[in-house]
């Protein structure tokens, strides 16, 4: 079974600054992880992925995430935080191995503060 | 531009009468989602086709139905919708047994129940 720890419902950061989203995950298959972000009253946009390939993964918008397999994580970070980045962040898991439905994170709320 | 397409963007309908929300997609992909969302939550999966083949998920009320009548359509069907039905609904698609796991989702549509 998958599961998915977001560990931060909200994170605050001024503009200009890091940002950084942790994700915990849960998988007995090695698992696809993603990070999706959705604006407000907008469907889910991938920011990135990783599928067993290279161990750092950068997305679009300055984004990246780093797999770490003994720490279970795939925390999200950007160098410098844009007041458009503010929005409500997904880390999913997917079993790598075919029709296997999405799990969820709960969720973290970005705020970017001028 | 290929992508996931769903109308209308807001739906307002009134409690107890049908309403049936769509989505269609130009990706060509063979496994199609519908997702209820509510307010400040994950999204949670209703059921999803692949290719033609229908998987409810266990915990998806008697009052949703979909309909996929070829690959490019998938219809929600919400019977008798009640206030608890109020939320934001996401169709995404994904290209299942090639590898790639990642869902490609639709802008949402809102429903309002009165």
């Known amino acids: 079974a998958q599961s998915v720890t977001q560990l931060d419902s909200h994170v605050s950061v001024s503009e200009g600054t890091p940002v950084l989203l942790r994700c915990n995950y849960s998988?007995?298959?090695?698992?696809?992880l993603f990070w999706y972000v959705q604006h407000p009253n907008k469907g889910l946009q991938l920011l990135l992925k990783y599928t067993s390939a290279a161990t750092l993964v950068k997305g679009i918008n300055g984004f990246e995430a780093e797999f770490k397999k003994s720490e279970t994580s795939f925390h999200l970070t950007k160098p410098s935080a844009h007041m458009s980045d503010a929005a409500e962040y997904f880390c999913?898991?997917?079993?790598?191995?075919?029709?296997?439905?999405?799990?969820f994170g709960k969720g973290t709320r970005l705020s970017v503060i001028a | 531009d290929a992508m996931v397409i769903q109308n209308p963007r807001y739906q307002v309908t009134q409690f107890g009468k049908p309403v049936t929300l769509s989505c269609s997609q130009t990706?060509?992909?063979?496994?199609m989602y519908w997702y209820q969302q509510k307010s400040s939550q994950a999204p949670k999966l209703l059921f999803h086709y692949y290719d033609k083949d229908f998987n409810n998920e266990a915990d998806t009320p008697d009052n949703f139905q979909s309909r996929r009548p070829n690959t490019s359509f998938c219809f929600l069907d919400i019977r008798s919708p009640g206030l608890g039905d109020a939320a934001m609904y996401l169709c995404?698609?994904?290209?299942?047994?090639?590898?790639?796991?990642?869902?490609?989702f639709g802008p949402g549509t809102r429903l309002t129940v009165t």
């Open positions: 999913v898991v997917s079993a790598y191995s075919g029709n296997t439905p999405l799990v």
């Open positions: 995404a698609t994904s290209r299942e047994g090639q590898g790639d796991y990642e869902q490609y």
């Open positions: 990706l060509n992909h063979n496994v």
């Open positions: 998988s007995s298959y090695s698992p696809s």
